[in-house]
């Protein structure tokens, strides 16, 4: 019975089941310096920050932790495909910028089909972590709220103290979680519509939905960003020696302007998300033997002994009909 097991795990890993099933799905591709971004003929990446970035790693691998972090957060059976690069931004604050391409799938929801997320190499001082699915490069961790509206939210998740002089960089890492918290959510078009449909005026903010966490706060907002609150992912201002991940304000503003009615807010599952998932599935792997009852962490499914080779197999044909491709990174 074990073997059996042993193998239906490992076809979930071969598969890249890692992920709960039902959550959206992000493609990212990645484009080379001088190819042309989808949005615009003109519009070419560029080379990469060379000496200016610091920590060894590289951009498609913490694009992909960025992409497994919002996967996680929201459900739904809706796709995302994500052109990402190098480009000349020539801001000294804005170093990062997405251009979105809103589709209206139904009567009142309007989302990013597509979206391009563009990184300015001339910032002086990236950090790009070689090991993006930890945070060990952070001493320190904290989660804090703020009350709204006469409610009390999270509004912060955040890790400081480098203690590597590279993590004093700015995280690419928060920076890409912020560029596609934008492409899920807080882009002109989506917010048009949002307000369109709800009949909110553009300076009346985003009113958090009823059924999501913190619901009837209202968010302001300057732009696409979050106005006031500068403990948010979603800021507008972002800082160097900090990695920032979504606070559940951060997510719930998001799934109310694209009408996601469910969401996941836990904190240790988004950190879960930007785990190297072969590394720690196969770690689950090895301790199999051992007996009684197992539990194998991916995402959501749960492989435990049943009293029948029978039922095992069963398991593994429902699995192969329901795995979904990867994400393409290139």
């Known amino acids: 019975m074990r073997r059996v097991l042993f193998v239906l ?90 251009v979105g391409r809103g589709v209206r799938i139904s009567n009142n929801v309007t989302r990013n089909k597509g979206a391009w997320i563009m990184f300015d190499p001339g910032y002086r001082n990236w950090f790009l972590d070689r090991t993006p699915y930890d945070d060990k490069e952070y001493g320190s961790v904290r989660e804090n709220s703020g009350t709204y509206d006469g409610k009390t939210i999270n509004d912060e998740r955040r890790f400081t103290n480098p203690n590597t002089s590279d993590a004093g960089g700015m995280d690419l890492l928060t920076l890409a979680m912020h560029e596609i918290g934008h492409a899920l959510g807080l882009t002109t078009s989506n917010l048009a519509d949002y307000r369109y449909d709800t009949k909110r005026g553009v300076d009346d903010g985003v009113r958090i939905a009823t059924g999501l966490p913190g619901a009837g706060i209202t968010v302001d907002l300057h732009g696409t960003h979050p106005e006031g609150i500068d403990t948010l992912l979603m800021a507008h201002l972002l800082h160097d020696g900090q990695r920032v991940f979504p606070s559940v304000l951060d997510i719930a503003t ?52 049943e009293p029948s080779v029978a039922t095992a197999l069963a398991a593994l044909v429902g699995v192969l009909g329901v795995a979904r491709p990867r994400r393409r990174v290139s």
């Open 9 to 98: 795990v490992f076809v979930l890993v071969t598969l890249g089941l890692t992920r709960p099933l039902g959550a959206i799905t992000i493609n990212l591709t990645y484009v080379q310096p001088g190819e042309a971004f989808g949005f615009s003929p003109t519009q070419f990446a560029t080379n990469g920050p060379g000496a200016n970035a610091r920590g060894g790693g590289n951009i498609q691998d913490i694009m992909d932790v960025a992409a497994n972090v919002w996967e996680n957060i929201l459900p739904g059976e809706f796709t995302v495909d994500i052109e990402y690069g190098w480009q000349n931004i020539g801001g000294s604050h804005d170093i990062g910028r997405h």
């Open 254 to 305: 998001i799934a109310t302007v694209s009408r996601y009615d469910q969401v996941q807010t836990s904190f240790e599952a988004l950190r879960a998300a930007t785990r190297n998932p072969r590394n720690e599935i196969f770690k689950s792997l090895v301790q199999l033997p051992g007996g009684g009852t197992q539990q194998i962490d991916l995402g959501d499914i749960q492989v435990l002994p």
